[in-house]
């Protein structure tokens, strides 16, 4: 099964090609994804060229049911989700991805 990538392992990937202070990348990679996060919950998409766009979009209200109690309807309310659409060359490097190795 595929290991999760976490922040202190970019850290570390970074840290090993540049030799940089692993406290100055991991500064730079919590300033990135604040960016980020700021953008997406001020409304914003987020446009990394060639690996992808992280777009916000509205979810209307609906109804739900609990499986539990399925004659009582739940009300969802509308919500803002972040959706993530691959870039080109992202696309292009998961087609070459072994679905027979993900498990």
């Known amino acids: 099964m595929a290991q ?12 090993k090609k540049t030799g940089l202070p692993q406290k100055d990348i991991r ?28 777009e916000v979009q509205v979810r209307k209200a609906r109804v739900g049911r609990n499986p539990n109690k399925p004659e009582t309807d739940v009300i969802i309310p509308t919500r803002a989700v972040v959706k993530f659409k691959a870039g080109k060359i992202l696309k292009a490097r998961m087609k070459k991805l072994d679905p027979k190795k993900l498990k």
């Open 27 to 54: 500064d730079a990679v919590q300033m990135t994804l604040d960016a980020i996060a700021d953008s997406l919950s001020g409304g914003n998409n987020v446009e990394l060229r060639n690996f992808g766009v992280f």
């Open 4 to 15: 999760n990538l976490t922040k202190r392992d970019i850290v570390l990937n970074i840290y």
